[in-house]
């Protein structure tokens, strides 16, 4: 035994601090040894101290420890791993890589990495790899800060990128600040005064920015994780071993004090490991056949459901461990409000990738105490076919409701039939949850994610142009529902501007009245362009950057989604946590009205049933108890139609307009006080918009 050195103990995993050093301990059933790197800074590029456990003082059951006397928070350090290679088995140890702890609470990366490195075996990487940092999470001062813990019925979600909501030189952030969590919190008032109660942050733990096709390109989105339990180092203005964990908390306190949420996009579903012929980072180094998903009958391969390389193997007992571990430590020492969880379905599949009924790990995170105050949303599907959208088990599982955004789009560029299922969207999808004890609000509404075209492209492309990308648009989703009206991409017609603009305001509209939980993407309040890329996870550049020249040139748009936010928060019929009656007038309810459109009048009733179906909805959104009357008149049709309004009560005098898309700014968009009076029996709605309608 090493006298400079204690036995240590098997719990918990990962580098933990003590007062007269630091007990670190890691999983590895299948390796010989395991060696533990000390390093005295971040940019060395060998160990300053070597530490070889010992099998027999050092290893309980499957658990490697040891107790390093006199060290403490922002030590550097690594292991490597000893044992078999043997990829025909499903073994790849390789004792030349050294690896990073999956538990690790801060990583340094400096300049030198390299992911090349560490693919080719029998290489050493050390100069060239992750290396962990020791963290002591308890020391820092949260200031009384809390969980939100907002409701489902009064949140409005905003999916953003950290780096690129303010790397612009037009953020008006100084430079060492742009594109960070420090740089993030100089532009929550923006947020507050558009209305959102929580940010939905694409992946900040850990990432490997190599993780591409052409290596003149760089990960951007992030989806690509190294170390879970780690924020992104790159995201922090902070140089110091310990400040990107210190800087992101920082961060959530700033959004707790403006009563904004923070919602975790997190990757449980695959890492940055990717196949066969992927680097050797951490997982594989450690114990390969533990934490993935092995091809049956080729262990040297990797089933593939995530779509980029490898699955994580989220049934088994460690792995499931460390992802509860995770979740516990991101919400009790982070302080963040809530998860979504990309490719969800993968964790729904068993030892082999078969489909399970009731997943372990989906249920252990459902019923969690130390999550139960927290948001749990799931992308519920993943990209070997598995949909679970109105599936996903769990009884507080909310879900990102994909067929919302796919009726929408198409009911908006006037497919035909679209009505009937996008009036179910409207109503919060009980035709996908029909589960008696579900509430409407767990439906995540959206148009337009990270994932695809954003909203101004989505009325500016008919197809996608990826080849920036540099795979000949191979990349990318190929079915988009999107419709240019009438030109591919970047036009002056101003006719077709402004139909742009009133078809972005015709989708917003929709988004906002249905029952469920709003999502926005960051820069559609602005027509944010990507050029018509709908794949652009490799572009960090301003292709990807939120442009603040965008505010002041679509202020239009802005005000728009702005009021339209605001209207739609103050009503409490858009924050019920039931559905909406369609038979009881007592309790708050819709009523759907048919519509005539003027050309079909001579054909057959059965087609003018059918037509009529295609292209127009109008309904009443009423809540008799809080005096919220509401007519609503979508018109998709591409010409104007006449509809009768409502005759309203005594008490209720007049039907004023609060939206009208077809007007021009501030006419599309008046709150209440302002509103204009009609004063006709009928209202004449434009082609291809939408109106909404409030008595009082």
């Known amino acids: 035994m090493n006298p400079s050195v204690l036995p ?15 007990n670190f301990c890691i999983y590895s059933k299948r390796a010989q040894l395991i060696e533990l790197l000390l390093f005295d800074s971040p940019e060395a590029a060998t160990p300053e101290r070597i530490i070889q456990f010992d099998p027999k003082l050092n290893k309980t059951s499957y658990y490697w420890h ?19 290679y043997a990829p025909e088995r499903g073994y790849y140890f390789d004792h030349s890589k050294v690896l990073l702890d999956p538990f690790a609470k801060a990583v340094v990366n400096n300049d030198n990495y390299s992911r090349e490195a560490a693919s080719v075996h029998g290489v050493d990487n050390c100069a060239y790899a992750f290396k962990g940092v020791v963290a002591d999470p308890s020391a820092y001062d949260w200031e009384d800060d809390r969980l939100l813990e907002t409701p489902y019925a009064s949140s ?9 909501f303010t790397r612009s030189a037009n953020s008006g952030i100084v430079p060492e600040r742009r594109g960070t969590y420090a740089g993030l919190v100089e532009k929550i008032p923006y947020l507050q005064k558009l209305g959102i109660t929580a940010v939905e942050l694409m992946p900040i733990h850990q990432f490997d920015e190599q993780d591409v096709i052409s290596p003149s390109l760089t990960n951007y989105w992030g989806y690509s994780t190294v170390a879970f339990f780690a924020p992104h180092r790159q995201y922090s203005s902070r140089r110091d071993p310990l400040g990107p964990m210190n800087e992101f908390r920082d961060m959530v ?43 049956k009958e080729n262990p040297a391969l990797y089933t593939n459901y995530s779509g980029c390389g490898n699955t994580i193997k989220a049934i088994h007992p460690v792995v499931g461990g460390m992802i509860m571990d995770c979740l516990r430590y991101w919400v009790n020492q982070m302080h963040v409000d809530g998860f979504r969880f990309d490719l969800a379905s993968v964790m729904s599949r068993d030892y082999w990738g078969l489909p399970l009924e009731h997943p372990p790990i989906v249920w252990a995170i459902d019923s969690d105490p130390m999550l139960s105050g927290t948001k749990l949303i799931a992308e519920a599907w993943d990209a070997g076919g598995l949909y679970e959208v109105g599936s996903f088990v769990g009884d507080r599982f909310s879900e990102w409701n994909g067929q919302f955004r796919d009726d929408v789009r198409c009911f908006v560029k006037s497919d035909a039939g679209m009505t009937e299922k996008v009036a179910n969207r409207i109503m919060g999808s009980p035709d996908i949850y029909p589960q008696p004890e579900r509430e409407p609000n767990r439906s995540i509404n959206f148009i337009t994610c990270h994932d695809g075209f954003t909203l101004n492209d989505l009325v500016s492309y008919n197809h996608k142009h990826n080849e920036a990308n540099g795979e000949n648009s191979r990349d990318g989703c190929n079915h988009n529902f999107s419709w240019n009206c009438g030109v591919e991409g970047e036009t002056t017609d101003p006719e077709i501007q402004q139909l742009r603009t009133q078809q972005i305001k015709n989708m917003l509209t929709i988004l906002f009245v249905s029952q469920g939980t709003p999502m926005i993407l960051m820069g559609d309040e602005v027509r944010r362009t990507q050029k018509g890329n709908n794949n652009t996870y490799c572009q960090n550049n301003k292709l990807n950057w939120f442009d603040w020249d965008l505010v ?29 009656s369609t038979t009881d007038k007592r309790k708050p309810h819709i009523r759907w009205d048919e519509v005539s459109l003027p050309e079909e009048k001579e054909k057959e009733e059965s087609q003018e049933n059918e037509e009529n179906e295609s292209y127009c909805l109008a309904f009443a959104l009423n809540y008799p108890y809080k005096k919220e009357y509401l007519y609503i008149m979508l018109n998709n049709f591409w010409e104007k139609v006449e509809l009768a309004l409502p005759t309203l009560s005594s008490s209720q005098q007049n039907w004023y307009r609060i939206v009208d898309t077809s007007l021009p700014t501030p006419e599309d968009f008046c709150p209440p006080e302002t509103a204009k009076i009609i004063e006709k029996t009928k209202y004449i709605l434009k082609p291809r918009s939408s109106v909404i309608l409030m008595a009082q």
């Open 8 to 22: 240590g103990i098997s719990h918990p995993l990962g580098a933990t601090v003590y007062p007269d050093g630091v």
């Open 66 to 84: 040891v107790f390093v006397p006199k060290i403490g928070a922002g030590q550097i350090y690594a292991y490597r791993a000893y044992g078999v």
């Open 156 to 164: 409005v979600i905003y999916e953003l990128h950290v780096g690129g």
């Open 253 to 295: 306190k700033a959004f707790h004090r403006a009563g904004i949420e923070v919602i975790l996009d997190v990757v449980f579903n695959h890492t940055a490991e990717g196949n066969q012929k992927g680097p050797t980072l951490s997982f594989r180094g450690l114990d390969n056949k533990t934490y993935y998903i092995l091809e």
């Open 552 to 580: 002041e040139e679509n202020l239009d748009v802005l005000r728009f989604v702005k009021g339209l936010i605001h209207f739609i928060q103050a009503r409490e019929i858009f924050r019920l946590e039931k559905f909406l």
